[in-house]
């Protein structure tokens, strides 16, 4: 009974995403024609997100184990683990003064009607291509450029092994970082990892923990950098998990 009532519960999400997709899509493709007006689409984007999130049946709460504000006038880049796709929706949900540019996964493209908008919208990258990942600093600078934040989830992606804490990260994040001159602000996520997997017979609503990890500044050593974040994102994990 669990498993057909957890199919039931992703049937309802692809069908909130169609709804949502179409009604908010249209004022999200028009506007990301302007750059000067991503601000504008990114609000629209956020509400797209706030109906996925939170009528799947989810909440959140922030801690901050730092004290440390970020700045409203300041691009940033933001990284946390990555256990499930509501990632995406929780992040945007907590930044409404810093319009994110998501660094997204060419293959998503292939989604009719979503694949159009988030075409328009995000950063892609093919993996497969060293090309394409090399020339994701450059458009990453130039949306950080018009105002923008970027969010990357530094595993690169959800490793299929689930008994991994935290996967290994890759360089982009914090390359961006150091080169930009951005500080990486650092989150931890708990709980979607067992609330909403990416196998279709698991899962159940519940509230997420978000903790705040605080703020590294840009350094000249992206190397040292990526450690100090996979370090505090580990522990926290370690720390807090449920």
Known sequence: MTKILNYLWRFWLLLLAFVLTITLGIPVYILSFSKKHYKYAYKFIRLWCFGMFYGMGFRYDLIKLSQEEK??????????????????????????????????????????????????????????????????????????????????????????????????????????????????AVYTFIGLKEMFPFENSKGYPGRVKVYFNGIIEPTASPKDSKAEAYQVIKKTLIEHSI
Not at 100 to 118: D, R, S
Not at 152 to 173: C, Q
Request: proline share 5%.
């Open 71 to 184: 700045d409203k006038n300041k691009e940033y880049v933001f990284i946390s683990n990555h256990t499930s796709i509501m990632d995406i929706m929780l992040t945007c949900i907590m930044f409404p003064d810093h319009p994110i540019c998501f660094v997204g996964k060419m293959e998503l493209v292939k989604i009719p009607i979503f694949g159009t908008i988030y075409k328009r919208i995000c950063v892609m990258v093919d993996r497969s291509s060293a090309r394409s990942r090399a020339d994701v600093y450059r458009r990453c600078a130039e949306k950080m450029e018009e105002g923008n934040s970027i969010a990357i989830f530094p595993e690169g992606g959800v490793p299929d092994d689930t008994s991994i804490i935290l996967d290994e990260f890759k360089d982009g994040a914090f390359m961006l970082s150091s080169k930009h001159n951005s500080p990486i």
